[in-house]
C-alpha cells in the first residue's frame, strides 16, 4: 500500500517561493502517476498539477501555470511541488496524491494528509 507524508509547508509572506515535498514508501512514484492539490478553508480540493506515468510528463491546471512547477527524485522516492510568488489566496492544506498506472486521470487512489500553506500580506 502507498502511503504518502507532505512537508514543507508554513507560514510565508506574500511574493515568497515555497517547496513542498512529498514522500513516498511501500512503493515508488516511478511506478504511478502523481500530482498535488490544495484545499482552502470553506472551499473545494482544487487540483494543481501531476507527473504522469510512464511518460514523466507535467500537466497544470491553468489557474496555476506558469507559478508551479512539479518535479520528482526517483532517487530519493520524493514529488516536490515548487510555488512561486506566493499570494495570500495560496493560503491552504496542500496534499500530495497518486494514482494507479491505468486509473483514470483525475482518479486518485492514495492521498497523503497535507500540510499548511499559510501566506501574509
Known amino acids: 500500500q502507498l502511503r504518502l507524508a507532505e512537508s514543507g509547508g508554513g507560514f510565508v509572506q506574500a511574493g515568497d517561493s515555497l517547496r513542498l515535498s512529498c514522500a513516498a514508501s511501500?512503493?515508488?512514484?516511478?511506478?504511478?502517476?502523481a500530482g498535488w492539490f490544495r484545499k482552502g478553508q470553506g472551499q473545494e480540493r482544487q487540483f494543481i498539477g501531476q507527473?504522469?506515468?510512464?511518460?514523466?510528463?507535467?500537466y497544470y491546471s491553468p489557474s496555476m501555470k506558469g507559478r508551479v512547477n512539479i518535479s520528482r527524485d526517483d532517487t530519493e522516492n520524493i514529488l516536490y511541488l515548487e510555488v512561486n510568488n506566493l499570494k495570500p489566496e495560496d493560503t491552504a492544506l496542500y496534499l500530495c496524491?497518486?494514482?494507479?498506472?491505468?486509473?483514470?486521470?483525475?482518479?486518485?487512489?492514495?492521498w497523503g494528509q497535507g500540510t499548511q500553506v499559510t501566506v501574509s500580506t
Open positions: 496524491a497518486a494514482r494507479d498506472q491505468h486509473a483514470t486521470p483525475m482518479n486518485f487512489d492514495y
Open positions: 511501500g512503493g515508488s512514484f516511478s511506478d504511478y502517476s
Open positions: 507527473i504522469t506515468w510512464p511518460d514523466r510528463r507535467t
